[in-house]
């Protein structure tokens, strides 16, 4: 079976732009989590989504977004990018919402210059 | 506000010592616990996790985490590690209120053995 897969692989951008980030589940998992993690830090949860809905949000700015589609898969957007928000995204999706096991993909890498 | 400590961030042993990776959450409520590893190159990855019932909980590769509710500690242990365990650990709490979720990971313990 294919694991959680994410697109694009690495990204370049530069401030104030806007970035789209996505995220395609295992196949009959229902629910998808972002993650942003910083070099040297473990992974900072943005958001969870369960059916199409939000099930649970970390402490991030709203320009940090997101959605889940009927297929289950999944985008992250975040607006005026900052030199901050440079990092590897995560996005781990599992069969229900809690406690469930999360398994991972390989993260998009960002670059915000 | 929900936290996770992992005091040791980087630790370095020989092959067939023992390993103990401290983890220290806080956090009002019930709360799933887990250990992450991510070896080089390669996706974060569950190495065990504990919801309810034995407090002791076995994972893959020989790791085994007590959790210690009255020291709001979930420590891995491993009796005799080998060179193939060098990784990156994490340790993750997740916390459940009305159906909404927050989850907090540990920084994080890079464990290199030595051959």
């Known amino acids: 079976d294919a694991g959680v897969t994410q697109s694009p692989t690495h990204l370049i951008k530069t401030r104030g732009q806007h970035v789209t980030l996505r995220c395609s589940p295992i196949?009959?998992?229902?629910?998808v989590s972002w993650y942003q993690q910083v070099l040297g830090q473990g992974p900072q949860f943005i958001f969870q989504?369960?059916?199409?809905?939000?099930?649970g949000r970390g402490n991030f700015p709203d320009r940090f977004s997101a959605r889940q589609f009927p297929n289950y898969s999944s985008e992250l957007n975040v607006n005026a990018l900052l030199l901050g928000d440079s990092a590897l995204y995560l996005c781990?999706?599992?069969?229900?919402?809690?406690?469930?096991?999360?398994?991972f993909g390989p993260g998009t890498r960002l670059l915000v210059l | 506000a929900q936290s996770v400590s992992q005091h040791n961030h980087h630790v370095i042993l020989s092959e067939a010592a023992s390993l103990e990776l401290g983890c220290n959450y806080s956090?009002?409520?019930?709360?799933?616990l887990f250990w992450y590893v991510q070896y080089p190159g390669q996706h974060l990855q569950l190495l065990l996790k504990?919801?309810?019932?034995?407090?002791l909980v076995k994972g893959i590769k020989g790791f085994e985490a007590e959790f210690i509710k009255s020291k709001f500690s979930f420590n891995l242990r491993k009796p005799s590690v080998q060179w193939s365990d060098t990784a990156e650990y994490f340790c993750?709490?997740?916390?459940?209120?009305?159906?909404?979720?927050?989850?907090?990971f540990g920084i994080g313990t890079k464990l290199q053995v030595i051959p």
């Open positions: 993750a709490v997740i916390a459940n209120s009305g159906g909404y979720q927050k989850v907090t």
């Open positions: 504990y919801f309810s019932g034995d407090p």
């Open positions: 196949s009959g998992h229902k629910s």
């Open positions: 781990a999706s599992s069969l229900g919402v809690a406690p469930e096991t999360q398994y």
């Open positions: 956090y009002g409520g019930t709360v799933n």
């Open positions: 989504y369960y059916e199409k809905e939000e099930r």
